[in-house]
Antibody, heavy 115, light 107 residues
Framework: QVQLQESGPGLVKPSETLSLTCTVS????????WTWIRQPPGQGLEWLGD???????NYNPSLKSRGTFSIDTSRNQFSLSLRSVTAADTAVYYC?????????WGRGTLVTVSS | EIVLTQSPGTLSLSPGERATLSCRAS???????FAWYQQKPGQAPRPLMY???NRATGIPDRFSGSGSGTDFTLTISRLEPEDFAVYYC?????????FGQGTRLEI
């Protein structure tokens, strides 16, 4: 069974960089797109983008070039870096696997942007 | 960017009733790349349907998906108590992939 687990700080100061890592266990790592999705408190879902093991990336333009995805196939991990964060970036961040739609999700991690 | 608009915003029904949830896209969705998810409070979304009408692993057959082009429907034939949740549609055929704003299904 595929499992994904997000890790990273739960609190980030405004203007700093939010960094999260997702560790994947079970299943193949090389075939799929590995995805970041976020959900502000009480709101809907926003697809941030994804990355494949080849390093090919897709970004949501809403990130306005603040976001960078990276992948470490030796550790079955992929990461999100979001620069210059504001309160609007406060959300539950999910890592997930995309094949036909998003078929496996992590539990999500709440990241709060506050001084 | 394709905008997905779900209706109704909230649907109030009782167990045993039939639920029909709609999702309309601002442009035609490429190659049937369309999915539905269920989310309960404090949980990650759960995949329900992919490719418009294919049930995800473990999804009971009371859930069905239909539609094409710009209009899509999720139908729950007979509501069970555990079906009351928020439902999201998503397209994944052209970048950026987007979600609808959600339909809350309540008792």
């Amino acid at each position: 069974q595929v499992q994904l687990q997000e890790s990273g700080p739960g609190l980030v100061k405004p203007s700093e960089t939010l960094s999260l890592t997702c560790t994947v266990s079970g299943g193949s790592f090389s075939v799929y797109y590995w995805t970041w999705i976020r959900q502000p408190p009480g709101q809907g879902l926003e697809w941030l983008g994804d990355i494949k093991s080849s390093g090919n990336t897709n970004y949501n333009p809403s990130l306005k070039s603040r976001g960078t995805f990276s992948i470490d196939t030796s550790r079955n991990q992929f990461s999100l870096s979001l620069r210059s964060v504001t309160a609007a970036d406060t959300a539950v961040y999910y890592c997930a696997r995309r094949w036909s739609g998003v078929d496996f999700w992590g539990r999500g991690t709440l990241v709060t942007v506050s001084s | 960017e394709i905008v997905l608009t779900q209706s109704p915003g909230t649907l109030s029904l009782s167990p045993g009733e039939r639920a029909t949830l709609s999702c309309r896209a601002s442009q035609s969705v490429y190659s049937n790349y369309f999915a539905w998810y269920q989310q309960k409070p404090g949980q990650a979304p759960r995949p329900l349907m992919y490719g418009i009408s294919n049930r995800a692993t473990g999804i009971p057959d009371r859930f069905s998906g239909s539609g094409s082009g710009t209009d899509f429907t999720l139908t729950i034939s007979r509501l069970e108590p555990e079906d009351f949740a928020v439902y999201y549609c998503q397209h994944y055929g052209s970048l950026p992939f987007t979600f609808g704003q959600g339909t809350r299904l309540e008792i």
